[in-house]
Structures are given as C-alpha cells and as structure tokens.
C-alpha cells in the first residue's frame, strides 16, 4: 500500500520538477553586460528597446523614447531605473570590460540569479555602437541584418566566443562590396564561416554560433546609413526551432519526464486505492 507519505513524496517531486527547470537555467551567469553608445554621446531621437527574460517568465521589454539632445549617459541612467524599479530585475550603471568607452550597465535576476538573454535594439542614427555579453557565455548571439549602407564610413562586428579568437573585423563601406546592403551582409557572413562561426540568416537577422557558446557580440558603425541596430546573446531554448540540443540537454529533458511519470504514476495508484 502507498503511504501518505509517499504521496506527499510525490507531490513534493512534481514541484521539485519545476524547480529544477527553472534552477538549471538561473545558476549559469551572474549578470548580462550592455552597452550603449559612446560615453559624452547624445542622441538624435527615436527609441531604445531592452528585452530581458528572466527564467521560466515572459520576457519584459524596456522601451525609452529619445529626445533629441539627450545624452546616452542619461538614456543608459533611465533604462537602468526602469529595469531596477522592475520586481523581478536587479540593475546597475557598470562599464562594459570589453568597451570602456560606452555607457555600459549591468542586470541579472533579483537574488544574483541570471537572466536568460539580454537584447538590445536601438534605431537612433548617433547611437554607432552597442554590445550585448554574458561572462560565462551563452548558446548564440542574434544580430540584425544591415538594411541600409550609405557607403560613407565602417562596419565594425566583434564576436567573443567562450573558446578561441575573438572575431574583430571592420568593414568598410566605401568599397565594394560592402558599398550596397546586400554586399555587407555577404560579407560578413563569409567573415564569420571563415573564422569558424556557423552563421544561419533567417531573413531579417543572422544567427551565430560557435562550439562552446558566445559570450558577447558588438557592433560600431560610422556609415550613417546603418541606423538600427539589434543584438541579442541567448540560448537555444528561447531561439526556439533554431535551437538544437546538446546532449546535457537531452538527458534533463528524459530525467524530467520521468520524475514526472513516475509522481503521477503514485498520485494514480492512491487515488485507485482509495475510491
């Protein structure tokens, strides 16, 4: 016969189930790491949206529209309010390691834990440059592609995987082929699958990959016709279908299930027992 006991064992395991999954995505990374715009910079109008995705939650976007003249330092500072007004963030104004010279902050989940992806889109043409990274890195970062050149300036892309070179390469977009939209974006694919990236473009963005992870993605531009900018270091599980599962993942997935089955396997032998 099942004892009380082992019911409440049960009932116990399913919700230690949900814990697990959402505690295998929260202990990975202390915080992510944003850039915005140079330091004394300021900006023309239009907006900025931050998308953040704590564990096991909808993601929550930061919007703040701009008004022209103001400084980035002070478009940084409001974000940065907005998200630690937020109950669910803990955020910071912090340079970026890996580029002092912008307004960089930090953000992670209220308690230390990390956030799962960090986005970052802006379309103000004196914002040139923006970063997203993660110490600790993540499965890939998301960049938009160019949809404008005004062959007058660079293109600079940085990409810091967890293992290996940093990928650090500048465009010029006087020159063909990066003169046109279309020659950049050929570009900086090729770039990239020679460095050693695997680069998939679904359209609109390019998904980049690398063995072992990515921990940030960078863009400078000083062509003014490269206006939006987005960014976004993520896992595969938000990315959705472009993820592909590592075998680590897999064995979660199979562990959960049949801690699942078998909670409820016990929940249904009591509840026969006891009609």
């Not at 967890?162 to 570009?187: E, I, K, R």
């Not at 990315?239 to 979660?252: C, E, W």
Request: hydrophobic content about 45%; proline content about 4%; overall charge negative.
């Amino acid at each position: 016969m099942i004892s009380a006991m082992q019911v409440r064992g049960a009932r116990c395991a399913l919700g230690l189930v949900l814990v697990a999954v959402c505690g295998a995505a929260v202990t990975l990374l202390p915080a992510g790491i944003g850039a915005l715009g140079r330091k004394g910079g300021t900006a023309s109008g239009s907006q900025v949206d931050i998308d953040l995705q704590p564990p096991c939650d909808p993601p929550d976007t930061f919007t703040h529209v701009i008004t022209p003249g103001e400084a980035f330092s002070t478009i940084r500072n409001l974000i940065v309010t907005a998200m630690e007004n937020h109950p669910e963030f803990s955020a910071n104004s912090a340079d970026d390691p890996g580029d002092p010279n912008a307004n960089g902050f930090h953000v992670n989940k209220q308690g230390g834990a990390d956030v799962d992806h960090l986005k970052i889109c802006e379309n103000d043409a004196n914002i040139d440059d923006i970063g997203v990274s993660f110490s600790g890195g993540k499965d890939l970062a998301v960049l938009n592609k160019v949809a404008q050149v005004n062959a007058n300036g660079n293109y600079r892309l940085v990409v810091d995987p967890v293992v290996g070179a940093t990928f650090d390469q500048t465009f010029n977009t006087t020159a063909f082929p990066n003169n046109t939209a279309a020659g950049l974006n050929t570009s900086i694919i090729t770039s990239l699958t020679g460095a050693g990236f695997l680069v998939a473009d679904d359209g609109v963005n390019f998904v980049i990959r690398k063995s072992g992870g990515l921990s940030g993605v960078r863009v400078f531009s000083s062509d003014t016709g490269v206006v939006i900018l987005c960014l976004d270091v993520t896992t595969n599980q938000l990315y959705g279908s472009a993820g592909v599962p590592t075998i680590s993942q897999v064995a979660m997935f199979l562990l959960v299930v049949m801690m699942t089955a078998t909670a409820i396997w016990i929940l249904r032998r009591q509840s026969v027992r006891t009609t």
